[in-house]
């Protein structure tokens, strides 16, 4: 008796020590066996990403004994190849990087590139894009775009930043040969390219935190309005070329003045794992960012659109499946639906296809000798040519 009152003691004090320290009893050791270190790769290092996911990593630490690295890497291509090869646990990507990656596209298109069994472990923000131009420019809306306009844009994005110059020339108008493609490092890059008039326009990243000292620039910036309500025909056009995101105003703490009450193209993007991560271990890294969210909540302006709720509303439409670690949490939480089943079945089904397809396509390309490679117009046709019955990834309000 004397030893099971010693016991309860020792317990009730080890979780007077944990409330102190700010810290979880549940997130011990005891709890659970957290890995001994937990690699985390963003935007960065100027990201929103990174600096979002600066404000819970040393949390997630400190209250698990775990330590998590944090690594920065602006090319969209190098966090999924680290993901791929298991150099890391996890990388933020946006939607439409999902989307070109598992679609082999672009930059994509490589033999170590390509699609793989990718999971989305959690919603890492919700961005706004649109196209910016000088303040002085002549250009007031995406219908001033003309033939011979120069698009500065960031190569380290490969095919995404190529589809979003694509998809703002289509919407106003224009086929991808009107517009002067001029690369630059980054996005943080293309937008001094603007402000600077190195380029005409740009498909700017507005709810990022740099673009706030372009309102700085002489002349300042001004954002040209995606509103589909208004122009559903450039819509229209638009998501031929890039599907997945949707249209609106973003939330307004988070963009520049000049960009205020202004519709843009709205997409989420998400931490992603591979399918191989251990179903206990993403399981456990949500539990803690949903249990633990009241602890950095208020540390970044973005931190709203990580919580459950923005992430639940993200599943209604989400494209691409979730890991099974994942599903069984929202499961526990009754948060999880027949038809969020047939969704993720469908999605498993179509990430699937991809892989299959790819597979066979390097085999044939192998056989015939056909160098896999991007520029390699024998090889992009002969992937076109396996992929062209397979539907592209895009937010579904229905399931087919």
């Known amino acids: 008796m004397k030893k099971a009152s010693l016991i309860i003691r020792g317990t009730i004090l080890l979780s007077v020590v944990f409330l102190s320290l700010g810290m979880s009893a549940e997130y011990s050791e005891s709890a659970w066996n957290w890995p001994e270190v937990f690699t985390v790769m963003t935007h960065g290092p100027t990201g929103e ?57 672009h930059t994509y298109a490589t033999r170590e590139g390509g699609p793989f069994q990718s999971r989305i472990l959690w919603i890492s923000n919700i961005t706004g894009f649109a196209p910016m131009v000088s303040g002085s420019s002549s250009i007031k809306t995406i219908h001033d775009l003309k033939p011979g306009v120069k698009f500065a844009y960031g190569a380290s994005y490969g095919a ?35 402000t600077t008039g190195k380029a005409d326009v740009t498909y700017m990243l507005v709810t990022a935190g740099y673009t706030f000292k372009y309102e700085k620039a002489r002349g ?37 003045p000049s960009a205020k009450g202004i519709s843009m193209n709205i997409t989420p993007g998400y931490y992603v794992v591979d399918k191989s991560m251990d179903p206990e271990l993403a399981y456990h890294v949500v539990k803690w960012l949903n ?19 923005s992430f639940r509303k993200n599943v209604d ?20 639906t027949s038809k969020d ?34 520029d390699n117009k024998a090889w992009i046709a002969l992937w076109n040519s396996y992929k062209k019955d397979i539907p592209r990834f895009h937010e579904m309000d229905v399931i087919p």
């Not at 249990?291 to 709720?309: D, Q, T, V």
């Not at 499946?321 to 929202?330: Q, S």
């Not at 999605?347 to 991007?374: M, Q, S």
Request: glycine share 8%; aromatic share 8%; proline share 5%.
């Open 160 to 194: 995404t930043a190529v589809e979003s110059a694509n998809a703002v020339a289509a919407w106003a108008g224009l086929q991808p040969k009107d517009i002067v493609m001029v690369p630059f490092a980054n996005i943080v890059m293309t937008g001094m390219a603007v």
């Open 49 to 105: 990403t990174y600096t979002l996911t600066a404000t819970w990593s040393p949390l997630l630490g400190n209250m698990t004994g775990t330590k998590v690295r944090q690594m920065p890497e602006w090319s969209d291509a190098l966090r999924f190849n680290n993901l791929r090869t298991g150099k890391i646990d996890t990388t933020t990507q946006s939607a439409s990087a999902i989307a070109h990656q598992t679609e082999a596209t």
């Open 291 to 309: 249990e633990n969210y009241g602890a950095y909540k208020g540390k970044h302006k973005s931190s709203p659109e990580i919580s459950l709720s």
């Open 220 to 256: 300042g910036v001004r954002y040209l309005e995606l509103n589909a309500k208004k122009d559903p025909e450039g819509a229209k056009r638009w998501l031929a070329v890039k599907p997945v995101g949707s249209f609106g105003i973003p939330s307004q703490h988070k963009t520049p």
């Open 317 to 336: 439409t989400i494209y691409f499946p979730l890991h099974e670690g994942v599903i069984k949490y929202l499961k526990e939480l009754g948060q999880w």
């Open 341 to 374: 089943d047939q969704r993720q079945a469908y999605n498993v089904g179509l990430v699937t296809r991809y892989e299959k397809a790819y597979k066979t396509a390097i085999a044939e390309a192998d056989k015939k000798g056909i160098e896999v490679k991007p």
